[in-house]
């Protein structure tokens, strides 16, 4: 007659064990599996973002075209802000010559880079720590301005050859320059000339 042998206490508990180690190595794999792709989709996301950011700042700066010559809303720029017409304003057809202003407002350790449409409605584009951001306006001869038209000089063209912005996202410094097409032309008013 046989007898029938079952698994003894030491052999069921090293089995419990080695499924034990093995269940909680899985797990932690997994759960760093999740943190990666909870991190690679944020930095996606913030890449989009700041994409999408910086195509709305480059489209509407490089669109900017100049006024008559005693138009209302001719170019004007400090360290803080600039503003005029664009052919690509945010919130209104391309093609129409709109009003609009770009803004670096400073406010409790906070700044925001702020567009305002024609409709004089602010948005927040976008936000960073810290009292960071200016803009700078090269002439044509080269030289970089805190301001828009210059304070010294011959008289400039109406619209400068390149607007800079320098900001922060992520707490990481960035530079964006956008060429404006129009820097040496000026409107004429056909409406003041008689035929």
Do not use: C
């Amino acid at each position: 007659m046989r007898r029938l042998r079952g698994f003894t206490l030491l052999e069921v508990l090293v089995v419990l064990i080695l499924v034990s180690v093995i269940s909680t190595l899985l797990l932690e794999g997994v759960f760093h599996i999740l943190q990666l792709r909870s991190r690679f989709v944020t930095h996606i996301y913030d890449l989009q973002q700041g994409a999408i950011i910086e195509y709305w700042f480059r489209s509407s700066t490089a669109a900017i075209v100049t006024d008559y010559r005693e138009g209302e809303h001719i170019f004007k720029g400090d360290e803080h802000q600039f503003s005029g017409l664009t052919l690509a304003a945010l919130d209104v057809a391309t093609g129409v010559p709109t009003n609009f202003t770009w803004q670096l407002q400073y406010d409790g350790g906070v700044t925001r880079l702020r567009y305002q449409n024609s409709k004089d409605e602010y948005w927040v584009v976008a936000h960073w720590l810290g009292d960071e951001g200016y803009f700078r306006y090269m002439a044509k001869d080269g030289e970089w301005h805190d301001k828009w038209p210059p304070q010294f000089g011959k008289e400039p063209p109406q619209i400068p050859r390149l607007i800079l912005l320098q900001g922060q996202r992520r707490q990481t410094p960035f530079t964006w320059i956008v060429k404006l097409a129009e820097h040496n032309r000026t409107r004429i008013d056909y409406r003041l000339e008689e035929f």
